[in-house]
């Protein structure tokens, strides 16, 4: 392979190659960058002289005529510069075999829809006849939505020099798949880096020989593709001999899928973990060295505009004749510059020639004086004399002035009563109001006491155990936990095992029949042995599992006396009691229950 096949090389003028993601002989797989389209693509390189070239480019144009959503497609194939190269769509997920190493094996519903999802993909290349050709867990990714993609289609089998066309590999590596998300485990055709699952005499395990609490149906599916030999593939009505057949019984195992790709998208997390997706660095591309520009040449001088000529008409007094008055060749002479006008002086300057001197303008008790003296009602008399009328002439003031200094002196005095009144009540102990401070007319109203929870009678118990085999736990004395007699108890089996998610079972209880839906305020618990984690759910129907319930009260450590209350009061007709660890006891864990008391 070139040696220039390195980070920032560039791949027929458009793929930048950025991270090296893995590297298996001969071959790389790098994540690069479309120059063209702005997008990161999956890009897998060989050497053009490789054996394999020449099948890589033949499954790369098989691959791109499948057209699925859930497959990732076939971009770009080209044999060029020494290198071969595929282009696949960029997907970000989690990959199963990395799923189930990290989480552990997937619950069985959520397992039954991945692989159905997977299946029907497939179908869809199948009906066409072209296979993947090594469908192994490193292929199947869940993104961060729950939604399942496919890459490699084709491809990869090309690359691991696998022949095409291998649709019975598709399904057998199938129920390899759901195997695989059941027990951790690989019981499929095509190699993976997931653990081998056990086989006795030529003959592998069925998932429930391997992980307790796998469904039936689903056992009975990877049983009879896994080992044709020992069952047979046929069953009347069930097809396992296509994808499309594993599609249609998966479907009908999951039923309303509703739900289930946020359920699964949620279970990769761990507790209290945020995805962050790293920032993608910018690698320079390694361009060759850029040509010397070219010296720029001085465009040549623009040509002058030639001036504009204009001209009158003549016309004359005698005919129609029109002669024309040139413009003068020489240039009009520019406009005078602008003069301001002068300033107005804002007051009139006094003479100074001896001339007359402006008039000031009269006040008004002068015009008001000049108007008596124009007209006097009393013949004989002078306005500005005050004999012979007794009346002496007062400038008036403006009205109304006097009122509103009046009324503001009045508020204002007002106002200082006001404060000196409530300064005196308040220096006597007494309220503003000068009454006592057991007279305040303001009354608070105490809140009326919380009703006491009372118990809830008449309750019927039984059992529950989805994941044993059968599935019941001690059903005959589980009555003991509600007859009101704390010698009597009710246990479960003694495990060799603690009960844990992912183990042998995650949980066993007991299942309480209120009679009607009743609000349940708290549950009081008499056990035997200590410590135990106890979880409580309400619903209004009656349970034959808790995976997908609300719990009340999720986990709580107890000893052999409890008192369980929920921070909300929640209402349903079926209160389940859910051990999710037991005491340790002679010979193993096991719980044991004397009374469960229920109020409301």
């Known amino acids: 392979m070139p040696h220039s096949n390195r980070p920032g090389d560039v791949l027929a003028g458009r793929y930048r190659l950025v991270d090296l993601l893995s590297e298996s002989g001969n071959g790389r797989f790098w994540r690069a960058h479309d120059r063209i389209l702005e997008r990161h693509v999956a890009l897998h390189v060989i050497a053009e002289d490789d054996e394999r070239a020449a099948g890589l480019v033949e499954a790369a144009r098989r691959s791109a005529t499948v057209l699925d959503p859930r497959i990732l497609r076939v971009l770009d194939a080209e044999r060029t510069g020494g290198l ?5 769509e960029w997907g970000a997920g989690t990959s199963l075999d990395t799923v189930v190493a990290t989480h552990g094996p997937l619950l069985p519903r959520r397992a039954a829809w991945l692989v159905a999802e997977v299946a029907d993909s497939v179908a869809v290349a199948h009906a066409d006849g072209i296979a993947h050709g090594r469908l192994a867990p490193e292929n199947v990714l869940i993104d961060q939505t729950g939604a399942i993609k496919v890459i490699g289609f084709s491809v990869d089998a090309a690359l691991h020099g696998l022949p095409p066309g291998r649709l019975a590999t598709d399904v057998t590596d199938l129920a390899g ?4 998300a059941l027990t951790g485990r690989w019981a499929g055709v095509s190699t993976s880096a997931v653990p081998p699952a056990p086989q006795e005499h030529g003959r592998v395990l069925r998932p429930r020989q391997v992980r307790a609490g796998v469904p039936r149906p689903l056992d009975a599916l990877c049983d009879e593709v896994l080992n044709p030999y020992s069952l047979g593939r046929s069953r009347e009505g069930v097809d396992l001999e ?12 999951v039923g309303e899928p509703t739900g289930l790709p946020e359920q699964l998208a949620l279970s990769n997390l761990r507790p209290g973990e945020t995805v962050v997706l790293p920032q993608i660095p910018e690698i320079p591309a390694r361009d060759p060295e850029p040509e010397p520009e070219p010296e720029p040449s001085t465009p040549p001088p623009a040509p002058e505009p030639d001036p504009t000529q204009a001209g009158l008409p003549i016309f004359g007094d005698d005919g129609d004749d029109v002669s024309w008055l040139d413009a003068p060749e020489a240039p009009a002479p520019p406009p005078p510059p602008f003069e301001s006008p002068p300033e107005r002086p804002l007051f009139a ?11 000031s303008r009269p006040s008004v008790g002068a015009r008001e004086a000049q108007d008596r003296a124009e007209y006097w009602p009393w013949e004989g008399t002078d306005p500005d004399r005050t004999s012979g009328t007794g009346l002496t002439p007062v400038a008036e003031d403006v009205p109304g002035r006097s009122w509103l200094r009046l009324a503001a002196g009045i508020g204002a005095a007002l106002l200082l009563l006001v404060a000196v009144v409530v300064a005196f009540n308040l220096g006597r102990g007494k309220t503003p109001l000068g009454t006592e401070p057991d007279d305040d007319p303001t009354t608070s109203v105490s ?16 059992d529950l155990d989805p994941q044993g085999d059968p599935p019941e736990e001690n059903p005959d004395t589980v009555g003991r936990t509600v007859d009101g007699d704390p ?15 992912g183990g042998f079972k995650s949980g066993v209880g007991v299942v309480l029949d209120l009679g009607a839906a009743r609000e ?24 034959d599992d808790v995976e997908g319930l609300t719990p009340l009260l999720a986990e709580q450590r107890v000893g052999t006396e409890a008192t369980l209350a929920p921070d909300q009061p929640g209402s349903g007709r079926f209160l389940t009691v859910w051990f999710t660890s037991l005491p340790a006891a002679d010979g193993g864990f096991r719980g044991e229950i004397a009374e469960i008391t229920v109020r409301g």
């Not at 071969?84 to 696949?88: A, I, S």
């Not at 809140?447 to 039984?462: D, F, N, Q």
């Open 84 to 88: 071969c190269y595929v282009v696949n």
């Open 177 to 180: 798949l759901l195997y695989c």
């Open 242 to 253: 296509t994808a499309r057949g594993i599609a249609d019984v998966l479907a009908d195992f």
């Open 349 to 359: 300057p006094e003479p100074s020639d001896g001339g007359p001197a402006r008039k």
């Open 447 to 462: 809140p009326s006491p919380t009703a006491e929870p009372t118990p809830i009678t008449g309750l019927v118990a039984r």
């Open 487 to 501: 010698a009597t108890t009710w246990r479960t089996s003694t495990y060799n095992e603690q009960l844990a998610p």
């Open 520 to 543: 349940v305020a708290e549950v009081g618990l008499r056990l035997v042995g200590e410590p135990s984690v106890i979880s409580l759910y309400l619903t209004d129907s009656a349970p």
